[in-house]
């Protein structure tokens, strides 16, 4: 009996330490985790329905500015709610939802919106969580007021594995859902600043490549992008071929009136900024990037490139959000 329960213990303890080594593995490749000194200990309220936050009316930022605000709390709360697929039928997971401090107070400012997309394999969760986009929100708003955007990490997936190529095929409607769906729900729900021009869409990897599919798609949906990791055309992962077959019904030509590269050399975007940004060990990054900006700035869009440290994992992009948030919280009207 007692050799039967020292087997079975061992056996527990194998199981704990090669899921301890899976995850160490996961860290040491993707970067998933920060030193402990750097982990945040706070945990934000979370609502599960917008019928459970505070109904108040929506004003203007400068308008907002121009009062005192008693009631303003401390810390921004979460938002986790299913996605809106009225339009795209997209099978998208829930929506995470950062709602700043600014955001609880009565009137409430009309504030811009940040979307954020995952790379694959991914989840809505890993913004919050191993790209730190809470704490980079928490330490704009302590030294503004409680003001900053609202972040929305999105699912451009359907799955932690799949890869929808972000257009709309028989694989699933993503645009429709990116550009439609979502902002129509925002402008519902969540009382921002009504002019999608101050919003910014943006991604790591895959999502990094979605949200310049969607900038140069659909440039009235956002004003800006911040393109970290990402890819030079839409891919599945196989091959170019593979993908125009899959998700383009086998033209070329469909492919090209949706590639963004193609884009930029027929239409011009004079209201869209944006950032490329590339761990300096990512080779595969920096030279698609690098091919794309340029061809960005000579279509009129406002496109910087930047190398960080890092590779194609989570210090590269936990710091790029970091060096894009002032960019985008003055795409915002933020600041001047």
Partial sequence: MRGGVNKKSWTILLVALLAVGAVAAAN???????????????ELRTFHSVDELPKAPAVPLKQWRGTK???????????????????????????????PPAWFSSPRPQLPV????????????QWFDS??????????????????PIIISADATGGTWENPVCTDSNKG???????????????????????????TIGGLSYGGTCAFQVITNHPDSYGSFVNISG???????????????????????????????DLLKKRTYPR?????????????AKTAL???????????????????????????????????????VRRGGLES
């Fill in 28 to 42: 040491q490749s993707y970067e998933l985790y920060q030193d402990v000194g750097e982990v945040d200990p706070v």
């Fill in 69 to 99: 605000h008693p009631d303003l709390p401390a810390e921004g709360s979460m938002l986790n709610v299913s996605a809106p697929k009225k339009e795209s039928g997209f099978h998208a997971r829930d929506l995470r939802v950062y709602l």
């Fill in 114 to 125: 940040l979307v954020l997309l995952a790379g694959i394999p991914g989840d809505p969760d």
């Fill in 131 to 148: 790209g730190q986009a809470t704490e980079i929100a928490r330490r704009y708003q302590q030294q503004h007021g409680g003001v900053a």
């Fill in 173 to 199: 409607k993503v645009q429709t859902f990116l550009t439609v769906d979502l902002p129509r729900w925002v402008q519902q729900h969540l009382s921002p600043n009504p002019d999608q021009h101050t919003w």
């Fill in 231 to 261: 890819e030079r055309t839409p891919d599945d992962g196989t091959s170019h071929e593979s993908t125009v077959q899959n998700f383009f019904g086998g033209s070329e030509d469909k492919f090209k009136a949706q590639n963004p590269e």
């Fill in 272 to 284: 869209t900024a944006g950032m490329f940004i590339a761990g300096r060990d990512d080779s595969s």
């Fill in 290 to 328: 690098k091919h794309l900006q340029p061809l960005a700035v000579a279509a009129k869009m406002q496109a910087s490139y930047h190398e960080i440290s890092g590779a194609h994992n989570f210090k590269t992009w936990r710091g790029g959000l970091n060096l894009a948030f002032p960019f985008i």
